[in-house]
């Protein structure tokens, strides 16, 4: 539906190194739905892409993570690659500006190596969700559940494996934004932040 996300904004945080067609296939699907995107990034000014190990194009900025209020966005996107998710999740900002998704109970979707961020934003306790099965020894470390599937939604969470997966996982997104707040999600970081 084109105007399904009509007066949505939706954030997608990515660095160098994101798996560029994990950052533009779900940005076109939530874009043509209505919502308004922007590119949140631990850097300023524009962003590499890559198509697996090669460089793809490159991808610019909206806005710094320490200067993006996640009071501002309707849901959230993680896309993967390799680098992408590492150098977030070492990032404080992008942990926290994520953690903050959770605890308000927005929808957020991550694919592919992407979950390393929620692996350390701490709101995987109690949660069954699907990765790059590389991934699966830390989700499950983090207290989630790893399953081997296309999609997984669990209480406002949206994952999915590769690239291969992107018409299921951006299809997903739309509804899930479309849905907004997530009561069970607000209350499952919750639980997480006091296992």
């Excluded at 320490?66 to 150098?87: H, K, R």
């Excluded at 590769?162 to 639980?191: M, N, T, W, Y």
Aim: net charge negative; charged share 25%.
């Amino acid at each position: 539906m084109a105007n399904e996300l009509q007066g949505k904004r939706i954030a997608f945080i990515a660095a160098d190194g994101v798996e560029q067609v994990e950052l533009t296939e779900p940005w076109k699907a939530v874009k043509e739905a209505g919502a308004e995107v922007e590119l949140i990034s631990i850097a300023e000014g524009e962003i590499q892409g890559m198509n697996h190990m090669d460089k793809g194009e490159t991808f610019k900025v909206d806005k710094h993570v320490s200067q993006a209020d996640p009071t501002d966005y309707d849901g959230l996107v993680i896309p993967g690659g390799v680098a992408n998710p590492d150098f977030l999740r070492m990032n404080e900002d992008a942990v926290r500006f994520t953690r903050t998704f959770f605890e308000q109970g927005k929808p957020v979707g991550a694919i592919c190596h992407g979950p390393w961020l929620l692996v350390e934003a701490g709101v995987l306790e109690g949660r069954t969700i699907t990765s790059w099965p590389s991934l699966r020894t830390d989700i499950e470390n983090a207290g989630g559940s790893w399953v081997d599937t296309e999609l997984q939604v669990d209480r406002g969470l949206v994952t999915s494996r590769k690239p291969d997966d992107l018409p299921a996982f951006s299809s997903k997104l739309v509804e899930e934004f479309g849905e907004g707040i997530h009561e069970q999600q607000a209350q499952a970081a919750e639980r997480a932040v006091r296992a």
